[in-house]
């Protein structure tokens, strides 16, 4: 039976992608009670969300800016998700420190400081403190030491797998009666009297199409967006500026997140602890290309160790194990691709059509809450949003605190439950890793997971090893093989696609 056929009939609310925004839109209005598809060309969150610096944050550099606005709802939205996602955000102190720095970069840095708690007046993390240079000496021992004077602490937040958290958040659309489809695409438009009341799509899994009808369709497709755009029958300028950045994740360096300024060309950047690694980035260069297609460059991999190594030396003598390129969608605008504001914007002026343009990691949950109020009103609809109390289904409950709990939270018991039902699903998927084969099972019956690439990556840590999972790949497809049935070709192939995405990543 085709998967298209769950889209039988009028919906609500029909939304183009799948990154972190789109699957925030799709909770937020099945919570309230919405009929809501939504579809997505590749797998949920292998995007511009894949492709992020993993925090969760107000960022210094916004408030340098003096985008206010983007800063204050990006902090409150930083302790929405430490409340709804526990599992997956937690705190992280950051140190800014500071070289030779005169009166005015001091007063400059204080100043920020003291707005930056302003800004999150109603946070649990605790407030700023400055560090002498022996105290940033004795905490960051691989820092540069030669000119230091201090430096300036205060707290955000991290998300290990921004994968997971849209994962979590397409669960939930889904429990309360969503149907959301991975490897569907948009094909083009329906309309009747000018106005869109559906698009036609196609399952990139099987080839067949369908006609999604919905009273409102929502454009959420983040870089690709005017390509969509196009598809829905937009025949005017571009709306989105896409911009590369980029990470590498190399042998640890440092204890703490470390905020620098980048020698070459004055931007900020992060050195950052995460999952054992020190996660480097990240770049913001302009990008025409498919962003399905952005890879690390050689120039940007040397941008990054020139930049960190000014103040970390020890990494140019550092392994980097891969590397990973995303592409940003922003609000058109000429000037630099780093002076180019991450607030988003919101368009409702054609019939039947909502165009999400921008729009950062942390703030997805508003955005998505800005978009369905306004759908509501569209459709007359009256119903408040309660994502912002209601957990995400992995955040219920105190979940235990180990490897398990660590992706799933307090859904890892379904998982446990699993492997204790059967001796060869408690297994190591390999014995250098702690992830077993029920993760496997569960991933492919209770979270759409139709390749091995989308467990490796996204439905698991595997793909952030440091042979990124290569050990467990065979593990994993013949697993899948069983559980979706496929032949021995297709076993070969789903092996050999993921050990070239493998490679891809690989400095």
Known sequence: MSRLAALDGVFDLAIIGGGIIGAGIARDAARRGLRVALVEKSDYGSGT??????????GLR????????????????????????????????FMLPFYQAGPWRRLKIRAGMWLYDLLSFDKSLPGHCFFNARQVRDSEPGLRAEGLEGAACYYDAQVDSPERLTIENILDARAHGAVTLNYVEAVRAVKEHGEICGIWVRDLEGGDEALLRARLVVNASGPWFDRVAARLGWAGPRRVRTTKGVHLACDAVGRSAVVLTSPLDGRLFFVIPWLGYSWVGTTDTDFEGDPAAARATREDVAYLVDSAAHYFPAL??????????????????????????????????????????????????AIAEEVVNLACRRLRHRRASDTAEAPLPGGEGSPAHDHLASIYGSRASA??????????????LAPEYPDIAAQVVFSVRQEQCLHVADFIWRRSLLGFQPDQGARAVETVAAWMAQELGWSEARRRAEIEACNHRIQELRP
């Open 49 to 58: 969300t894949a492709g992020s610096t993993r925090l969760i944050h107000g």
């Open 316 to 365: 140019r003598q550092a392994r980097i194990h891969w590397t990973n390129a995303g592409v940003r969608a922003l609000v058109m605008k000429r000037g630099s691709a780093s002076s180019i504001s991450r607030l988003h914007r919101i368009v409702s002026d054609r019939p039947g059509l909502i165009s999400v343009l921008g729009g950062k990691l942390t703030g997805y949950r």
């Open 62 to 93: 916004y408030l340098a800016m003096l985008d206010f606005r983007l800063v204050r709802l990006d902090l409150r939205e930083r302790e929405t998700l430490l409340r709804i996602a526990p599992h997956l955000v937690r705190p992280l102190q």
């Open 415 to 428: 998982v446990r439950a699993l492997a204790a039902l059967n001796p060869e699903l408690a297994a190591r």
